[in-house]
């Protein structure tokens, strides 16, 4: 009989290292978001040179693997002098991963404004940038958001790997712990999966709300 | 683009790429076709889609609160023609001019140079346009469609942009679906819409751009008496109708004009052009659309 008082004791801990998790998350969606939306809109730059740059930024960083990326960052680059915390290293190598893949999916959320919508605003006559806050970002977001949050809950799942540079995540310390009591291992490690499943629910229920907003006076 | 892109297709097929010779200009009697002080002026304008020259040397004047219709078979290049005002497209050569002022070209430093953008806003203010597939935006309600811009754009108090807008949604017979999204609205009501959002940027120039052209034939008519009673209420209101409803041209035009191949074949007052025909042309397109009437 495993005694609750002992679940319960591993489950504290557990949340506690959730919180690295989370704010691992957090962050680096948030960057991962700026990068996505910068290089989204880069991707339908008049300049050759300009698409093609950002093009290579996104094929590098789709087209190999986030753990490779994140060894690149914490175990290569002090080689050059660049030395990054743990955590900053999880962020960037995480960010730039996404905001990779995420790049593709605010490109295509632009491309799927009918370019009569443009005529409108252009007979209205909005300025540029009116035509795009008023226009062209409210229709294209509702495109995004089923993909972006896509994108969100793989992220909450890639954070994972930091684990693999030491720092102390869920993850981490889940394998830590199990190291000390072999026996615990069924426990915690059924306890993680319900931790990053409630973190993954919070952040999807988050999206499902940003998507009815932006569907308004759709069918 | 699309049909730009079949038309061009259809065209390198067929060959009909020749050298033209521009047509003399019918003109009907008692037709005015210059004015000392134009609104809008084009002169030689051209506009080739690629290879395809869709209008080969357009001349034409429209006044001051004039109601102009220009008919004339798919492709030849009507709607183009007023695009080309609104900003949609560039001409390829030739000058067009609103109230004097060269719409893509300005002066800087005593030199001519192309337009930029805050000159083209400019010029786009006295300029609005209808569109054949309404363009509401799908993410507002009536309301704020038709408000948006005379806040935004124009600067108006809100208080003040949804007074008018009432005002004018009733005038277009709307005014009991303000708070409705277009996508809960049909093809007539969703055009009466578009039509009060442009009358209300209260441009010198309105376009309408075959508006009643998608349109289930049981809404036609609820469209045309909205845009028949605007035509008559909104005198300074100059409007260019680009329309296949020749009743509904005779009606309210004060001049119709007849493009043919990208030029201007004839023009002239709406009972002259419609009755009277000169060109063969002209003719065979008027007696198409008698056939279709009698199916």
């Given at each position: ?8 004791n591993i489950l504290l801990r557990l949340i506690d290292a959730s919180k690295v998790t989370i704010s691992l998350t957090i962050v680096a ?38 753990l490779?990326?994140l060894y690149?960052?914490y175990f ?8 990054l915390p743990k955590f900053t290293a999880g962020v960037?190598a995480i ?61 909450i799942k890639g954070t994972a790997l930091v684990s693999l540079i030491g720092l102390e995540d869920l993850t981490y310390s889940g394998v830590i712990m199990r190291t000390n009591?072999?026996?615990d291992?069924?426990?915690i490690f059924?306890l993680i999966?319900?931790i990053y499943?409630?973190i ?20 | ?295």
């Amino acid at each position: 009989m495993i005694k609750i008082d002992k679940i319960l004791n591993i489950l504290l801990r557990l949340i506690d290292a959730s919180k690295v998790t989370i704010s691992l998350t957090i962050v680096a969606a948030l960057l991962a978001s700026v990068i996505a939306f910068i290089s989204g809109i880069l991707l339908l730059n008049r300049h050759k040179i300009i698409r093609f740059l950002v093009r290579t930024y996104v094929e590098i960083f789709r087209g190999t693997s986030l753990l490779v990326q994140l060894y690149w960052i914490y175990f290569v680059l002090p080689f050059f002098s660049v030395e990054l915390p743990k955590f900053t290293a999880g962020v960037v190598a995480i960010a730039l991963n996404y905001g990779a893949y995420s790049a593709e999916i605010v490109r295509a959320g632009f491309l799927s404004v009918p370019k009569e919508q443009i005529e409108a605003a252009k007979a209205l006559n909005f300025t540029p940038s009116q035509k795009m806050r008023y226009i062209i970002f409210p229709q294209a977001i509702r495109i995004m958001l089923p993909g972006l949050g896509n994108q969100m809950i793989e992220l909450i799942k890639g954070t994972a790997l930091v684990s693999l540079i030491g720092l102390e995540d869920l993850t981490y310390s889940g394998v830590i712990m199990r190291t000390n009591d072999i026996a615990d291992t069924f426990i915690i490690f059924i306890l993680i999966l319900v931790i990053y499943y409630a973190i993954s629910s919070i952040f999807a229920s988050g999206f499902k709300l940003l998507e009815k907003r932006a569907n308004v006076g759709r069918a | 683009m699309e049909s730009a892109d079949l038309i061009i297709k259809t065209a390198r097929k067929s060959k009909i790429q020749k050298k033209d010779i521009k047509p003399e200009m019918i003109v009907h009697e008692g037709t005015l076709t210059t004015f000392d002080n134009p609104l809008v002026k084009y002169i030689n304008v051209k506009k080739n889609f690629g290879e395809l020259q869709v209008l080969k040397g357009i001349d034409l004047e429209v006044g001051y609160g004039e109601k102009l219709t220009i008919i004339g078979s798919s492709g030849s290049g009507k709607t183009t023609l007023i695009r080309m005002l609104m900003t949609l497209e560039k001409p390829s050569s030739g000058i067009m001019e609103i109230e004097g002022e060269s719409l893509w070209t300005m002066k800087k430093n005593g030199k001519t140079v192309p337009a930029d953008e805050a000159h083209l806003r400019k010029m786009r203010s006295k300029v609005g346009m209808v569109f054949q597939q309404y363009n509401l935006f799908p993410h507002m309600t009536v309301l704020d469609n038709c408000t948006i811009a005379p806040i935004k754009v124009k600067g108006m108090d809100p208080e003040e942009a949804k007074e008018q807008a009432i005002q004018m949604l009733k005038r277009v017979k709307m005014s009991d679906k303000i708070n409705y999204y277009p996508n809960q609205l049909s093809g007539g009501q969703k055009q009466r819409v578009a039509i009060a959002r442009a009358v209300l940027m209260r441009p010198k120039i309105l376009l309408l751009d075959e508006v009643t052209s998608a349109l289930d034939p049981e809404m036609v008519g609820e469209v045309l008496n909205v845009l028949n009673e605007i035509a008559q209420e909104e005198k300074e209101m100059t409007m260019i109708f680009v329309t296949h409803e020749l009743d509904f041209a005779r009606e309210i035009s004060d001049r119709i004009i007849f493009i043919n191949e990208g030029y201007i074949l004839e023009q002239g007052k709406p009972e002259s052009i419609l009755n009277d025909p000169k060109s063969e042309r002209l003719q065979a397109f008027l007696s198409r659309f008698k056939e279709n009437r009698n199916l």
